[in-house]
């Protein structure tokens, strides 16, 4: 499998990356996809714990479940359908950053021409199956077993088009999720024909880049943040990804639809990005060490609760850091502070 070199993890047995690959290749069944999926949480823990870099996990999180998804869609649609269609991941899991499981965010886009009876069963038989896996329905619908993201390429050009020049206010927010668009199975070339168009009919206006980057401001950071990482005792949590990953996802993101860039990693989009002098080398470095330390403190959070049977979510309380976690977390954040404001002066937000 592309990507999943060994790393050094015989040690890790029945629960390394090759075996988890062959057993997802050998599924018979949604069951034994199940089960293969427990594994790559299982697998995440253990070199968690081993202290392997945060950014390498998620690759192999990343493949895992691109072929995992793609042999469940072999599993519920016909052949003819996967090779007349495109099937498209989104959001972290498109930019390879997402490690445990969170909603579905997947698209189809179908060749024009093409027509699939039953292609509504199939859908919501993906999305169920997928939801038995341990990924639970996107609470925005952003699945393909909504028809809006399931749709002939031409019908998703055209909205492609409306969410740039319309009015909707949910416009913006779908374009930035498209933009971090994955194939994983079926005839990519689709997707690379949609990512074209929308280079082509993108308005290149600065009044638009400034409306698209204005969603960094959609989550305002909490007045006291600061002074809440000194005291010892705050017991109120903080959400990880409204305060620190979503606002440097989306600036990046901005900074790389302004450049025309398809790449949807954001480590990949920093590393173009100051090749082109589009950022400071030095900030575009502090900014992914941000990153990925709230990426590798999400996880751990998340793992204790997963341990202590909660639910894993964004959420993280400093009462229970320690006071080197807390003194990293509050760099990380004063780095994410920075990196707001640079794309504030940038795209002259104040103005809109």
């Known amino acids: 499998m592309p990507g999943l070199s060994p790393l050094g993890l015989a040690g890790f047995a029945g629960d390394d990356p090759q075996a988890i690959a062959r057993q997802i290749d050998e599924a018979a069944s949604v069951a034994d996809l199940a089960a293969s999926a427990l594994r790559i949480d299982a697998m995440v823990a ?24 793609a042999r469940l869609w072999s599993m519920v649609a016909p052949q003819e359908l996967v090779a007349n269609s495109c099937l498209v991941v989104m959001g972290s899991e498109g930019r390879g950053e997402q490690i445990l499981k969170t909603d579905q965010d997947n698209a189809l886009l179908l060749r024009d021409g093409f027509a699939c009876d039953g292609v509504e069963t199939v859908a919501a038989q993906f999305s169920a199956a997928l939801a038995e896996l341990g990924y639970p329905p996107c609470p925005g619908r952003i699945m393909l077993s909504n028809p809006l993201w399931r749709q002939p390429l031409a019908a998703f050009k055209e909205m492609l088009r409306d969410w740039v020049y319309g009015a909707h206010p949910e416009g913006p927010m779908h374009l930035a999720i498209f933009l971090d668009s994955l194939a994983v199975a079926g005839n990519a070339a689709l997707l690379a024909q949609a990512r074209e168009h929308l280079d082509r009919v993108v308005d290149r206006t600065d009044v638009f880049f400034a409306r698209f980057a204005s969603a960094i401001e959609l989550f305002d950071p909490h007045p006291n943040w600061w002074h809440r990482l000194i005291a010892r005792d705050d017991d109120e949590a903080m959400d990880l990804k409204k305060l620190g990953t979503f606002p440097i996802v989306h600036g990046v993101r901005t900074l790389a639809l302004q450049q025309r860039l398809h790449v949807t990693g954001t480590q990949e989009r920093l590393r173009l990005l100051a090749t082109r002098q589009q950022i400071d080398p030095g900030l575009a470095r502090d900014v992914l060490d941000a990153l990925h330390y709230l990426m590798s403190l999400k996880l751990s959070c998340q793992l204790r609760r997963k341990q202590a049977g909660h639910v894993p979510g964004n959420l993280v309380r400093p009462s229970e850091l320690g006071t080197l976690e807390r003194d990293t977390l509050r760099s990380a954040l004063g780095i994410v502070r920075r990196f707001r404001a640079e794309i504030h002066q940038r795209f002259r937000l104040d103005a809109l």
């Open 46 to 69: 253990l070199l968690h714990d081993d202290g392997l870099k945060i950014e390498r996990i998620a690759k192999l999180v990343g493949h895992l479940n691109a072929r995992l998804f």
